[in-house]
């Protein structure tokens, strides 16, 4: 960390957070000219991770290839921080802020600089907190969403563990180091049980694998929080289980043997986390979202083979008995309207609309008084040609009074309405604030920006938000991101997509009340001549102070600054005001005489 002053002016370090093989993480802070604390977490890995490791490699290898090898593992970890770009900004991921690289003296190694967001390892969090049964079924939720997003962009992790998962202030579980310390470690075994521990059995056994392996890490970890923080086949508190008995387990778990259930969770919830670990990669979830839609079956007391119930209507029997007798695992709830594919029942013949009787015609009886129902419709067709007549001679004088301009539009002239059609709608996946961090005075004013990924493209409408902020006493925001700074302190603003309100970003805002930059006399005291063993008098001083903000008060009331001279001597003395930690002078004078 010699170089942290060098690369990070203006940071210090706190304290040291952790440590492991692939390096170090601090607490840092940073302190604004107006005296804000900023904290963050700073990763430190070094390439090679030891003076041992160097030692080995230099024993085995000429220099030349030991730098390139080096190179070659320091850009691997800077690609996947690069790739990381993509995940910025969902709430369920880490936030990387930034990274540097910075060279050995020797040109032998490097240091590299990871700085992110600062939150609590889920191990520390739950060695304070503990969790309940609601909280682990909110953690495997969360992370599924963050494995949602590794999958769009083709990440796998690889490495879920209790020690890659963090927690956030207000209770969001986020899933970190992606794949850093399997990248970062050259040749080391150092930290190989706590991998293994965790670790798929197709990935143990060298074969070929896809993004189910963090299916089955993310159950480990579930089952682990479930069972009392021990894996399976160990023994229960208080007893510790020794480095043999570890290594036992991970064997019987590697060959296939069936997991025993966890100790605590429903029945419900003991199948999602037991579907999860299979040993047979066919028959764990499919991928994050049928997992996530597994557990929330779980907290409702249902398990995923149990079909959402629908409401039927007596002739709907027959649909009603296929989704009963569909032998196959339900691990998604059907969606109203899109039933899933299922073998059609046989058609039973469809009875004949019932077709209404045909009675013969009755024999047309003599018309009655034909002259009087003759006279009727003479009389309606006189009236209609009258009315017609009316219309053709008032339409003809206002076709006079108009210059005869003919304003009627025909057929072939009325323009026929299009359909406009709706605008496409963007799937969110996340979204990014423009400033993760703001500090304000009372009374100041900004804007923050909201981008979202993918971005809306041609055709698509761009989402609605929802803005909030977590104390309007100290800074208000408005539907459009505009804050106002009320009141000294601190406060959270939140923006959400309005119709997936678990896709948010949040913006720290520390609001300060106004520092004077500059103090002036406005007006002098009264008195300035003195004699020997007089007091000072402050009568008549008028102050300006002059904030950060540009505003600007004129200060008349002497218990607001303090002024000091040394009126012991003669001659000309410095009398000093301060005020809100400026100061600034004047001169009296002091005599025999006054």
Request: aromatic share 8%; net charge negative.
């Amino acid at each position: 960390m010699e170089n942290l002053q060098t690369s990070l002016p203006g940071w210090e370090i706190v304290r040291c957070i952790g440590s492991g093989s692939s390096g170090k993480v601090y607490e840092l802070k940073k302190k604004d000219e107006y005296g804000g604390d900023f904290h963050c977490a700073l990763k430190v890995i070094s390439v090679p991770g030891s003076q041992k490791e160097y030692d080995e490699m230099l024993e085995s290898m000429s220099e030349f290839a030991m730098r390139a090898k080096l190179r070659e593992k320091v850009e691997e970890i800077s690609n996947e921080y690069r790739l990381l770009g993509a995940l910025r900004g969902h709430p369920n991921v880490v936030n990387c802020e930034d990274q540097m690289i910075i060279p050995h003296e020797n040109d032998m190694g490097w240091d590299i600089y990871i700085r992110m967001e600062l939150l609590q390892s889920l191990p520390d969090y739950v060695r304070e907190n503990g969790m309940t049964v609601d909280s682990v079924i909110k953690l495997g939720s969360d992370m599924c969403s963050a494995l949602e997003l590794c999958r769009e962009n083709n990440i796998i992790h690889r490495d879920i563990k209790p020690q890659n998962i963090f927690v956030s202030r207000y209770g969001v579980f986020k899933l970190g180091d992606f794949g850093v310390a399997k990248a970062s470690t050259i040749r080391t075994s150092a930290d190989k049980v706590g991998t293994y521990s965790y670790m798929a059995p197709e990935v143990y056994k060298g074969k070929g694998y896809d993004d189910r392996v963090d299916i089955y890490s993310l159950g480990m970890v579930l089952y682990w929080l479930l069972n009392d923080r021990r894996g399976p086949f160990l023994p229960m508190p208080p007893q510790v289980p020794t480095p043999e008995q570890i290594t036992d387990a991970q064997i019987r778990r590697f060959r296939g043997e069936t997991l025993p259930q966890p100790k605590n969770g429903s029945a419900a919830l003991k199948k999602v986390v037991m579907t999860a670990c299979s040993y047979k990669i066919a028959d764990r979830y499919a991928g994050p979202t049928e997992l996530k839609k597994a557990l929330s079956l779980a907290a409702s007391g249902r398990v995923e083979s149990e079909p959402v119930q629908t409401s039927f209507g007596s002739d709907d029997m027959t649909v009603r008995e296929d989704f009963k007798a569909d032998p196959r695992p339900e691990y998604i709830p059907e969606t109203p309207g899109e039933p899933r594919p299922q073998p059609k029942p046989k058609q039973q013949p469809r009875p004949e609309p019932a077709q209404p009787k045909k009675t013969p015609p009755k024999q047309p009886e003599p018309e009655k008084k034909p002259k009087k129902s003759m006279f009727g419709y003479i009389l309606a067709l006189v009236l209609i040609l009258a009315a017609m007549a009316t219309a053709v001679i008032i339409f003809a004088l206002s076709g006079n009074n108009d210059g005869g301009k003919d304003d009627t539009p025909t057929a072939s002239a009325s323009p026929t309405p299009t359909a406009t059609p709706e605008p496409e709608k963007l799937d969110v996946k996340s979204v990014v604030l423009s400033s993760p961090s703001l500090t304000m005075t009372v009374d100041d004013e900004a804007q923050l920006k909201v981008s979202c990924m993918p971005e809306p493209s041609a055709g698509q409408k761009e989402p609605e938000y929802i803005w909030k902020s977590s104390d309007t006493s100290i800074v208000t925001v408005s539907q459009d991101g505009a804050l106002k700074a009320v009141s000294e302190g601190s406060a959270t603003i939140m923006v959400y997509v309005s119709d997936k309100m678990e896709i948010y970003d949040q913006c720290t805002v520390i609001v300060e009340r106004p520092k004077v930059t500059e103090l002036s006399i406005e007006e002098m005291p009264v008195k300035t001549v003195y004699t020997v063993g007089e007091e000072l008098d402050t009568t008549g001083l008028v102050l300006r102070a002059y904030y950060n903000n540009g505003s600007a008060k004129r200060i008349t009331d002497p218990s607001e600054f303090t002024v000091e001279c040394d009126m012991t001597g003669l001659g000309n003395r410095e009398a000093t005001v301060t005020y809100d930690g400026k100061t600034v002078t004047y001169t009296v004078r002091v005599s025999l005489f006054g």
